[in-house]
């Protein structure tokens, strides 16, 4: 305990080490969807096709199989609107023509990392998915205290759902190796950017800090 002004105790917190009840924790998968298998999204940014391959994707499976067989919720967040022709989409998504109809199959997850029959998958139509949907209103009913992100791009939505849950009061992991961006580098710099909001850990770091009790 520290002493702040005259007559207060306040607590003194230190360091991002504490491990994880699996009842309070949640992954949090953002935007592992169809759209970014798109052949054009992958002819356009190579590095991003081959991490995705390679890397990210493998380690996803790996978080979401072994989060989910030590209890921890597994929520997902897709773009997609929840129009047809996109007219909810946020004034950023318009400027950046960025459409995924309500239904599309470029909207589905991922098959390798798909949802179970009841986890739960939020469609948002802007970057930061604590905005555009009522994920912070499902996490605090759920009782989740920690959460464990992954997921495309590292750094945009990936980057905005660390900030804004860190914000809100979420002690919140960056699964790293379970991210990637359209280039090594812009993966890299987005870790160094918001690694102050975060605890940035492998797959097989997060899981081994996860207490089943």
Known sequence: MTTGRP????????????????AATAILVV??????????????????????????????????????????????T???????DGRDRSLDHKLSNILVPRGSRL???????AP????????????????????????RNLRIENVIVAGFVTDQCVDMAIRDGADRGYYM???????AAYSGDRHATALRAFGGYCRVQTVDEVLGDILQR
Do not use: W
């Open 31 to 76: 935007d592992a969807q169809n759209a970014e298998l798109e052949a054009e999204v992958l002819e356009k940014h190579p590095e991003f096709a081959t991490a995705v391959r390679e890397r990210a994707l493998p380690a996803m499976k790996r978080l979401v199989d072994g989060g989910r067989s030590r209890g921890v919720e597994i929520v997902y």
């Open 116 to 139: 179970a029959d009841d986890d739960i998958v939020l469609p948002k139509t802007s970057s930061g998915v604590f905005n555009s949907t009522n994920l912070d209103y499902v996490l």
């Open 78 to 84: 897709v773009i997609e609107a929840l129009t047809r």
């Open 107 to 113: 909207a589905r997850v991922i098959d390798d990392v």
């Open 173 to 179: 992991v960056c699964a790293e190796d379970a991210c």
């Open 7 to 22: 007559g207060s105790t306040l607590a003194r917190y230190e360091g991002r080490d504490r491990k994880l009840v699996a």
